[in-house]
C-alpha cells in the first residue's frame, strides 16, 4: 500500500529530526556562551529543514487516512503521535531563543562593565594630601572605586596615585610600593594605618 511507503519514509524523517533536536540541545548545552549568531542561524534552518520535511509528509498520511474508510479509525493515534514531534520542534526552537537572550544579555552586561571602566578615570577625583582632617572625605569617595570587584587590583592602584597630591605625605607613602597588584592591599593598609587612625587623634585633640 501506497500509505506504507510514507510511513517507511516518515520513520527515516522522525529519525533525522530527533537526531537533529537532540545534536542542537548537546551542543546548547555545551557552547551557550561561544556560538555566534551564524552559528545560531544554521542550527534555526537545520532545525526548521527537518521538520518541514516530516511535516509535509504527515500531512499526506493524515490525508490519505481521513480518506480511506479502512484506516479512518486510526487517524487519531497517527495525530497524536505527530503532535509530539510538533512540541520537540517547538521546545528546541524556544531553547535557540533562550540561548540568544541569554547571549545578549551577558554581552550587554560585558558592554556595561567595559564602558563603566573605560569612563572611570575621567571623574574628577578628590586629592588627598595627608591631613588627617580630610582623610574622612577622601575615602568616603575612594571607597566605591575600592570595592568595585570589576576593576582590577593594578587598575585600582593607579586611581589611588590619581587621588593623591604629587609630593605630599601620602603620595609619598604609597608611591614608597610598587604599583602591582599584590602592593595594592597593602599601601591601602598602610594608609588607614597612618591617616585613618590619626584623623581620629585629630579631632580628639582639637579645641571644642
Known sequence: MYIDILKAKRKSLRAAFSMCCNGISNRIERETETLSQNEVNALYKQLQDKFSRLETIQEEICDLLLTSHDLKDTYQEDFSKADEYRDKFCQIFSILEASQEQKILVSEENDSVQKRKFKLPKLELRKFSGEPKDYLAFWSQFEKIHMDATIAEEDKFQYLLQCLVPDSKAARLVSS????????????????????????????????
Open 177 to 208: 610600593f610598587p604599583p602591582t597588584k599584590n602592593n595594592y592591599l597593602k599601601a591601602i593598609t598602610q594608609s588607614k594605618e597612618r591617616f585613618g587612625k590619626c584623623r581620629y587623634t585629630y579631632e580628639t585633640c582639637s579645641p571644642s
